[in-house]
């Protein structure tokens, strides 16, 4: 079983729809979770994390976690077709003293106008 | 320059060359990562560095090689490359590696094709 499991997509919406990204994990150690978003051509930047259960909004984005049931989502509001972009989920695990972030495989998202 | 710069921006290279990838951040982090990403796959961390020091190698093969020369610059030197070593290579830096939620910040890779 891997450590990190995102279905890769592709994703297709139309502009102004809620979009739904999920991750699973089987490590329950892992300490923090996060989104990254990669724009063709570009490296991946941080978009959100959080490390406790529940939900933390910013913007048209909510990032949601499920220790229990050992997953993540990421929720797009009135996605725009700026939004298209791959979007990797990552979690953070400490191990001999440093931190070690483990990725999915990456959501591709593409918002049509 | 801001952020973290990487150059090439593409290499083609044949199995029998030898080139290097280059890495610069200009965020005044002190740890430094190597990545590979393929189509498919999750990034696959290859290389870390806290201070210039190697604190991780994930079991790469010596056919790729990095160097760390100060905190600001990473290479990683390439030799008798295989085909299946095509893919994006991504430099990140962060300010420690540790207690920092694991932010790192990535450069653009470098899209590297083996013959």
């Known amino acids: 079983q891997k450590e990190v499991e995102q279905d890769p997509g592709p994703l297709s919406v139309p502009e102004g729809a809620i979009v739904s990204l999920n991750c699973t994990y089987s490590?329950?150690?892992?300490?923090?979770f996060m989104w990254y978003r990669q724009y063709s051509r570009k490296g991946p930047e941080l978009l959100m994390y959080?490390?406790?259960?529940g939900n933390k909004e910013d913007g048209r984005f909510t990032a949601q976690v499920d220790k229990s049931s050992k997953y993540i989502s990421l929720f797009i509001r009135d996605s725009q077709p700026s939004d298209s972009a791959t979007y990797l989920c990552?979690?953070?695990?400490?191990?001999?003293?440093?931190?070690?972030?483990?990725f999915g495989k990456g959501t591709k998202l593409t918002v049509n106008p | 320059e801001t952020g973290v710069t990487q150059t090439p921006r593409h290499l083609v290279m044949g199995m029998t060359n030898k080139k290097s990838l280059k890495c610069e951040q200009h965020?005044?982090?002190?740890?430094m990562y190597w990545y590979k990403q393929s189509a498919k796959k999750p990034l696959e961390l290859m290389f870390v560095?806290?201070?210039?020091?190697?604190?991780e190698n994930n079991s790469v093969p010596s056919r790729f090689s990095p160097e760390c020369p100060n905190s600001s610059h990473l290479f990683l030197h390439l030799h008798t490359l295989q085909p299946e070593d095509s893919a994006l290579y991504l430099c990140?830096?962060?300010?420690?590696?540790?207690?920092?939620?694991?932010?790192?910040?990535f450069g653009p890779g470098t899209r590297l094709t083996v013959l």
């Open positions: 965020l005044g982090h002190n740890a």
């Open positions: 490590n329950s150690a892992f300490q923090y």
């Open positions: 990552a979690m953070v695990l400490a191990q001999g003293g440093s931190e070690k972030l483990v």
């Open positions: 959080t490390y406790s259960s």
């Open positions: 990140a830096s962060s300010q420690d590696i540790t207690g920092v939620v694991g932010e790192q910040f």
């Open positions: 560095y806290s201070l210039e020091e190697r604190v």
